[in-house]
């Protein structure tokens, strides 16, 4: 973990070594003080140090550990405390957004889902605070300490100034402090993530990833994109954190996108673009089964699992795209797994081993040849994934200190 000797400034080895105290508990408790020192490689004094504060703090509480078969005094164990503190959650999706207080351990107290018009009078901002103020009004007897304010949302973002510079389907967005805006009326730390970096955490937190040093994860929905852990950690995360891959032009040609370019994966792969082509390709295709229910994306996925030529070829072409840029990805970043988050994944058995192909053809077999292609744990709906940064700035410490501090 860190050792004490780590050069830097001295708020900072705090902020580290109480975030990687925190992190041991959270994840092994309840877990004794000796286990600790040596699990975290920190002096006994220091460990003492760093949960006394926590103690004090209502962050961790003591509890007996007895160990199996042993007959002798159960030893102190700590746990964290989670169920007074609370964080508010929030999700912006294409014409929805959720809100939700979550206690620190992720434990959902109440959950909403309220309409946020495309089209508005109202700028966008004033739009978003009017529906925390009014949920933060309805849920107030169930609210306890707030801690934090975590949000995920598409779009191209600054995730360190808490600035949005675009979203799509939002056109009045355009360079707005959401962060700075919400931390200056609530009086606390706002993250500010892309939805799908926000997933990518959480699945290496919570979900498929866990465990795994280096992983790619690709999400084919509305939006498409992909995010990056690499030697644990989210790439470029204290930045723009997302990889761009829907904004890489496969087609000069093509369909203008939201970001200002012509032909871009995104426009090509996306929930909204497959369905428009599966429409084109339905008038050519009188026999498909496609024809037998209005489009959606289950019945596309329904159609090509029970062997329509058309619905296969549509999934698979999805599969293709998306697998030539990651045969790139995977030159770059050598990850151990590649993980597809997608409304897609209900015809897995034809979109994985479209991706797959396209790895294994056009990547380094060194890099390809162990590498698997796997679904999502969790789905990209709600407020679950802005649990994963709540989660990241206690274990990292930003968050835990400013709570210590009160």
Request: one cysteine or more; hydrophobic letters at 40%; glycine letters at 8%.
């Amino acid at each position: 973990m860190v050792a004490e000797s780590q050069p830097g400034h001295i708020d900072q080895i705090k902020q580290t070594n109480a975030g990687a105290v925190y992190r041991l508990i959270d994840q092994l408790g309840p877990v004794s003080r000796i286990d600790l020192s040596r699990l975290a490689q920190l002096a006994p004094a220091s460990i003492t140090k760093i949960v006394r504060e926590m103690l004090e703090a209502h962050l961790v509480q003591e509890t007996e550990i007895q160990d199996p078969g042993s007959r002798g005094r159960p030893a102190v164990g700590l746990m964290v405390e989670t169920e007074a503190w609370h964080y508010l959650s929030l999700r912006i999706s294409r014409g929805e957004i959720n809100l939700a207080l979550r206690d620190l351990s992720s434990k959902l107290v109440v959950e909403e889902e309220q309409t946020l018009a495309l089209v508005d009078d109202k700028p966008f901002l004033d739009r978003v605070i009017e529906h925390i103020d009014r949920f933060f009004i309805r849920h107030q007897q169930k609210l306890e300490r707030l801690t934090s304010i975590a949000i995920t949302l598409p779009g191209i973002i600054d995730t360190e100034n808490g600035i949005i510079h675009r979203m799509p389907f939002y056109d009045d967005v355009k360079d707005v402090a959401l962060g700075e805006a919400l931390e200056s009326r609530t009086g606390v730390p706002v993250y500010l993530q892309h939805d799908i970096s926000a997933w990518t955490m959480a699945e290496a937190l919570f979900g498929a990833s866990r465990g795994a040093r280096d992983v790619i994860q690709v999400v084919i929905d509305h939006n498409v994109g992909a995010g990056v852990i690499t030697d644990g950690r989210l790439l470029h995360a204290g930045s723009s954190s997302l990889v761009e891959i829907g904004h890489t032009q496969v087609d000069p040609y093509g369909k203008r996108c939201y970001c200002g370019n012509h032909g871009c994966l995104e426009t090509i792969a996306s929930v909204e673009s497959v369905l428009e082509l599966a429409q084109v390709r339905m008038k050519q295709s009188m026999s498909s089964m496609l024809h037998q229910q209005p489009l959606t994306v289950e019945w596309l996925c329904q159609a090509a699992l029970q062997g329509d030529l058309l619905a296969k070829d549509i999934i698979s072409g999805v599969g293709t795209h998306v697998g030539r840029i990651l045969a790139i990805m995977v030159n770059l970043f050598n990850p151990q797994k590649i993980l597809i988050g997608s409304p897609f994944n209900q015809a897995a058995d034809i979109l994985f081993p479209a991706i797959s192909a396209c790895i294994r053809q056009q990547s380094l077999p060194a890099y390809s040849k162990h590498i698997s292609v796997e679904g999502t744990q969790f789905l990209n709906r709600g407020t679950m994934t802005g649990a994963a940064l709540v989660k990241d700035a206690l274990y990292n410490g930003q968050l835990l200190i400013k709570l210590l501090q009160g």
